[in-house]
């Protein structure tokens, strides 16, 4: 069964370092987001990505975020001067369409900011 | 505005119960609902899905409900198992890109 691929699974970082993190959606899916869960809370949107472009991104995802579709297979979350409060689960997703469909999850990657 | 916290409402249930999750949903506008299962350390997985013209769905020992009036979505597993242990989202989309808002989560804790 296809799944979207996540990594690495763990990343622990120093606050005001860069990190990216990975992610290989399914390859013929066209939607691409990527989500964050801070421990114990709930999963949260961060930004969803089509054609290329940005299609719409929440409050948190400010200009220390950035994503990027590199080559036709991955999806990447680059965090530029991480901070405290960045650490969190984060979780790529991807979809085949447009009109509600299912959102398949990737496994995750835990960022720990020290 | 939302409430986050801790502390997750637990649902505690004897194996081979049935059991009932809630969840109440935000914006009317939403059309489309899925529940998520999340296991520790684990992405959330789909279980089953209903559309706006809908008010019941059935799948494999789950059934959801939707009552758009009261914005009340429920989720309901059959003949609970250990293995359903773990924490259920439900998740709203108003349709164009499919951006999901989860809600708080619910813990089910089965007991053999």
């Known amino acids: 069964e296809p799944e979207v691929t996540q990594t690495p699974s763990h990343q622990v970082t120093q606050m005001g370092q860069e990190v990216i993190l990975r992610c290989v959606p399914i390859?013929?899916?066209?939607?691409f987001y990527w989500y964050r869960q801070i421990l114990g809370q709930k999963v949260e949107f961060l930004v969803s990505?089509?054609?290329?472009?940005?299609?719409?991104k929440s409050e948190i995802f400010d200009d220390q975020f950035s994503v990027e579709r590199p080559d036709g297979s991955n999806f990447t979350l680059k965090i530029r001067s991480t901070k405290l409060e960045d650490s969190a689960m984060y979780f790529c997703?991807?979809?085949?369409?447009?009109?509600?469909?299912?959102?398949?999850f990737g496994q995750g990657t835990r960022l720990t900011v020290v | 505005g939302e409430s986050v916290g801790l502390h997750l409402p637990t649902l505690s249930v004897q194996e081979g119960d049935n059991s009932i999750i809630n969840c109440a949903y935000s914006n009317s506008a939403s059309d489309y609902f899925i529940w998520y299962k999340q296991e520790s350390g684990k992405g959330p997985q789909f279980i089953i899905d209903i559309r706006s013209n809908m008010d019941k769905r059935q799948g494999q020992r789950v059934t959801v409900l939707l009552n758009k009036t009261v914005k009340h979505l429920s989720l309901q597993i059959a003949a609970t198992q250990p293995g359903d242990s773990a924490v259920y989202f439900c998740?709203?989309?108003?349709?164009?890109?499919?951006?999901?808002?989860f809600g708080a989560g619910t813990r089910l804790a089965v007991h053999p």
């Open positions: 997703a991807s979809t085949p369409g447009q009109e509600n469909t299912e959102a398949f």
């Open positions: 390859s013929n899916h066209l939607y």
């Open positions: 990505f089509y054609n290329n472009e940005i299609s719409e």
């Open positions: 998740a709203e989309s108003r349709g164009g890109y499919n951006k999901l808002i």
